[in-house]
């Protein structure tokens, strides 16, 4: 009677047992991978807008402050974009006939809003309010990255759940005092965790409610 | 409706007949579509072209303007967010509001929205432009003229609005041959001829309840719909405080042929033939002057007119009588008279909508109808030929008339028998201006441009006087120009931020009522129909407003349509039962109506509502329920005889939303009733505060600055559900459908329950939102933690964890888990509330809850949160009253209290230590944050049977 199993049935059966091991942990891992690829997070991503704005120009090069367009920044839920004749305050005496802002000058000829690609978007069950982070020093760049170096718009952080609790469980490493929140360039000091504590007194933040659902969600 | 049921009942994948090569090709394409749709959908931000000032994104605005009901305005206060009127609260500068609202205010901005409302007018030959109506009327306008508008006739509703009047009489001056109709459905003729009678002169009574001590409501129902229902109940239960003195706490007597909310609400009820409410009201009349009684009553009322009688007499100066609109005239008369006895606190006024009966308006409009006297026809916002009586046969008269025009927000039954039909613009789209029941001017500003191709009746009353473009708000203006005084400007930005007029209210007469003679009815032998206006739905002009028709019926708890209540005798004698289907016959009219048995019912009196069985409401509306139009008759709006009733061995289910089982004894624990004299004494044993019993559970740990909670007093909620319609507008709570309810699944996050005694009268209401327990029951059972606790102590349902496993539901002792089993607001919603415009309403800060997901009351989490951010913003706690839920904001007698527990001032605490304060189920140790406050009664000592 012939033998049943090979000798090379051995190796084959060592591999499965290795894999029945090893392959979970694997795949989820794979999973995990994917749901933090920027195909699933959007991070980094750059998508066609109907003007190129350009922020390393605007906030950056120019320096104008993020508030002269971001208008609702300190007040309401939505950061705000400016409305055409915001645009126009400059462009109806720069770039007059730049074909790059015929949109723009479109739009307020015909009275016809811009259609905006959004590129920082949360689910619909988050309820994200931009004037609370702005009142309690948190700066623009620390969530959207450095725009004043960015030619076209990207969501520079992956604006997952476990992204936000991260600041949310401690935001000490990101507080910045009241004069520094708008400043694009700024950089945490060398003792910030120290300067974070003293800023958390400061700002009287409550971190036990930070993590709480129905902060975020309702 | 069918096509959702379709969809729901679709039949088993069997029957499709699938063989194994197209199921493996199905699902493989099935993976691959899934696959490819793991990418969000693009989405735009589409900015202002011109941002207007004042107008921040994410920022709602509120500005005050007015409501209609029936005719009379109610000041409100509209949140706008980014255009969108998504919520009414009332306006507290606003008399007929009082900063409170009711169902039929916070329904109007889904009537706003509704999908069904006529976008364009119709011709005789389709679709038409508003220029092709403008040549249309020119013509016809030139035969009037000539004829000094002998063939104009106007039908309009009851008419406050003062600016319209202004253009109404100066057409009618233009055309002194035209006519004007004036016609509610639900009239105050009665009432008016009573003050005719007594008086000489129509007044309107307005009793001062607040000051009253006695009241008798001979079939009154003040505390139920209508347009005075808010004042009447802030008034009624600031008269029945416990702080009050004994003395002055309001005692209610009621007499009914059928059970009202007055009734339910009232420390002594009696159920009586509604002829025999005249003999009840000479009885008391004659005990009042010091005579023997005469008139022929059961002994039971007889007792009834002693022992209030006795009662109103004792408390002269703070006593008031009070009869209702199915009481022919006399009774009212001699009610004035019995008030005038007793100097009852009653304010009298001259009528705001002015003179004229409603009954013999429409008796004349029928008349020019069939002696050919009417040419040109126009309809102002009224639906004749549903709602008039069907013996003047309008149905028949209206397509002869030469050239006929209707106004309205629905292309309805009238409209389709007009040559003409005028898309209407929906009060939030209109400038106008209305008076209150008791005066009260306010403007009525819109919130949102016309969403349709509509106009105002202003802009129509202005083409017909030969204006070609007409604008409202000029209108409006012009006639409040002369009465502003110098700085117009100003006095009107002041008048819309108030959104109420000042020093408009009619100012009280004095006037002395004449004795009146009136003769006692023999009694009654044959059987009568008794008619009330709908609680949801009114006379039916709300009829395809979704939220109001699955709004619980406050003493039934019926959705969805009417039914036919009879007492347990007269279903004994016709061998009937709840659920069976009659034939109501009156000369030539049938209608068939579904029998709800109701122990608070008169024997041989039938009970029943107006307003359903509507043929073309809409999509909402249509069919639901039956339409007792027809049994009525023009001399007889409101007991009706002559009724025959058959079974027609047919029967339906009744779609409720309570009352499916009983547990013995639940009332008293439930829902304790506690008397004045029993609260004096001091009240012992459960439910009321005892020493807290020793727990394993360990103590709730919270130093956060928060801890939410909640007090509802029963004593004071007096059933109308404008919470619970508040609280739907707010939290996006979707319509699920009558197929729905009858599966007793429905979906308000907030539920009034009505409890009832072993002889099932009722005992009082309990609004029943989520308890927000320390120690929730379902908050162990979730396999997915979706049902957790925050560190305010609020119970928190997280929907995008939730796999919908129901456990929580399950162990919900309070039962206020509400499950979506369908997409009742995605994908799968009821009827046409999935059509885009719906959509609108939506409050931007709650989610919209999707299929499989369990949802509950939230404590209005959002308006929390928004104070919570904005006080953190200037580095302070919130403070107490900042935070105020949908549905204490709705509450006309504000039995809702919510408040922080942290904060030692805040009222809840304070109630908390009441001494009517208890637990719901507080046995169980759930600890919950929602608390009650008992029911208080004042009866009478006197009362052997007393209603207990």
Partial sequence: MPQIFRPSADSIARVLLVSILVGPFVLIGIGYAVTQSPYITGQNITMKQPVPFSHAHHAGDLAIDCRYCHAGVEKSAFAGLPPTTTCMTCHSQLYTNEPMLAPVRQSLAERRPIHWQRVHRLPDYVYFDHSIHIAKGIGCTTCHGPVQTMPLMRQHETLTMGWC??????????????????????????????QGKKLLAHYLIDTKHLTDCSTCHR | ??????????????????????????????????????????????????????????????????????????????????GRPIKVEGNPRHSASLGATDVFAEASVLSLYDPDRSKAPRGPKGIASWD??????????????????????????????????????ALLKAFPQARWYRYEPISDDNEREGAVMAFGRPLTTLPRIGEASVALSLDDDFLGAGPRQIANGRAFISARRAENDPDRFLRLYAAEPALSLTGANADHWLAIR???????????????????????????????????AADLKSKTGKAIVTAGRTQPPDVHALCHTINGMLHAPIDYIEPVDPAGKHGEALHAFADDLSNNRVETLLILDRNPVYDAPHELGFNGLFPKLPFSAHLGLYDDETAAICHWHLPLSHTLESWSDLRAHDGTASIVQPLIRPLYDTRTAHQVIALISGALSPSSYDLVRETWQPQAGGDFESWWRQVLHDGVIAETRHVAVSAQPKAVDIKPAPNPTEAVLVLAPDPSIWDGRDANNAWLQECPKPLSKETWGNTLSISPRDAQQLGCQ??????????????????????????????????????????????IGFDVYPLRAIDEPWLIGGVTIAKTGKSRDIPTTQGQFRLEGETTEFLPRVSLAALAAGLKGPPFAEEPKPTLYPPVHNDDPYAWAMVIDTAACIGCNACVIACQAENNVPVVGPDQILRSRVMHWLRVDTYTDANGGIQGFQPVPCMHCEHAPCEPV???????????????????????????????????????????????????????????????????????????????????????????????????????????????TRAISFGNLKDTGAHVNALRQHKQHYELLGHLGTRPRTTYLARLTNPNPDFDEAKS
């Fill in chain 2, 578 to 623: 709840t659920g069976d289907v009659v034939a109501l016959t009156r000369k030539n009219a049938k209608v068939e109506a579904v029998v709800r048995v109701d122990a608070n019912q008169a024997d041989s009196v039938y009970a029943t509502t107006l307003g359903h069985g509507r043929r073309k409401a809409g999509a909402i509306g249509n069919g």
């Fill in chain 1, 165 to 194: 609790l991260s600041c949310h469980r401690d935001p000490t490493p990101y507080l910045r005092p009241e004069n520094q929140v708008f400043n694009s360039d700024w950089k945490p000091a060398a003792d910030q965790l120290k």
């Fill in chain 2, 132 to 169: 092709a109506f403008g040549d249309a009327l020119r013509t016809q306008m030139e035969k009037e003229k000539k004829r000094q508008g002998a063939g104009l006739r106007l039908v309009s509703g009851r008419m406050t609005s003062p600016t319209l009047l202004r253009q109404i009489n």
């Fill in chain 2, 782 to 892: 979730c396999p997915v933690a979706a049902s957790v606790h925050d560190r305010e102590g609020l119970n928190v349902q997280v929907y995008n964890r939730c796999i919908g496993t129901r456990f929580c539901q399950s162990n919900c002792p309070y039962k206020v888990r509400r499950f979506n089993w369908f997409g009742y607001a995605d994908d799968e919603e009821y009827a046409n509330l999935g059509e885009p415009p719906i959509k609108a309403q939506h409050n931007p800060d709650v989610t919209v809850r999707a299929r499989g997901v369990m949802e509950k009351c939230t404590y209005c989490v959002q308006r929390i949160s928004r104070a919570r951010r904005e006080a953190e913003k200037e580095n302070r706690t919130i403070k107490d009253g900042e935070v105020v839920t949908a549905c204490q904001a709705a509450c006309p």
């Fill in chain 2, 274 to 308: 509604p002829e025999l409410i005249r003999n009840l009201a000479i009885a008391i009349s004659a005990i009042l002057r010091g005579e023997k009684p005469n008139a022929p009553l059961p002994p039971a009322a007889q007792r009834f007119a002693t022992v209030a």
């Fill in chain 2, 1 to 82: 409706m069918s096509s959702m049921t379709s969809r729901r009942d679709a039949a088993p994948l069997s029957a499709f007949d699938i063989d194994r090569r197209a199921a493996l090709k199905l699902l493989a394409s099935g993976m691959a579509l899934s696959l490819a749709s793991c990418g969000k959908p693009p989405e735009e931000i589409v900015p202002y072209v011109d941002q207007p000032e004042r107008v921040v994104p994410g920022i709602p605005l509120k500005f005050a303007t007015t409501l209609d009901m029936a005719g009379y305005g109610r000041g409100v206060i509209v949140t706008s967010v980014e």
